[in-house]
């Protein structure tokens, strides 16, 4: 081997390192950051209608869904398809059924909002907050990143698609709705915070 291949080769060896931190190190902490920023962004957004006087500080509803909002940004790390799959599994093998404690909380807690302005725009707090994980959730996974994009063209080859925003919407909601329960991802953050 002469010094010139074997420079070429521990070069291709060091680009090769590098890529590896950057893909499987930094892209992930990036990606971890984004998802707290913009939780923390709707959050303070919903503060500040808290604060203007739409709804109460310790209306169960604003409660629930800020302790929600919480957990996602406190343990954002752990959401991923396999910590999902797994605790899913895990569940089953033990017997035990999801317990929708935070959902049947919420639905309760939203019923009670009498206003119907109010009860819409805390509602829409929630789906904002669901979808920024969610989004999270599949850009963090090469599977259900594989799924979207098949779920995306069979959309747009079913015709019925208009634009390419609507065709990640829905086919986001497609995936994430058949193999995992947003209830579990929203049981987690509950029990966790």
Known sequence: MTTLQLANELQALAVLSLAAIVWLKLLPMQ??????????????????????????????????????????????????LFRLVMSACGRRAAGKPLHATWTNQWSLSISGVSNESVRRDMVRFHERASSIVAKH??????????????????????????????????ASGKVLSGPIDPRVIEEQAFCAA
């Open 137 to 170: 959730l599949i850009k963090g996974s090469i599977i259900l990143s594989m799924m979207v994009a098949f779920a995306v063209v069979a959309g747009i080859a079913s015709g019925g698609i208009v634009s390419v925003k609507q065709a990640l919407n829905k």
């Open 31 to 80: 990606r971890l950051d984004k998802l707290r920023q913009q939780l923390f962004s709707l959050r303070d957004e919903m503060f500040d209608y808290a604060a203007d006087g739409n709804i109460g500080f310790d209306d169960p509803a604003y409660v629930l869904l800020r302790n929600q909002m919480n957990g996602f940004i406190r343990f954002g790390h752990q959401i991923t």
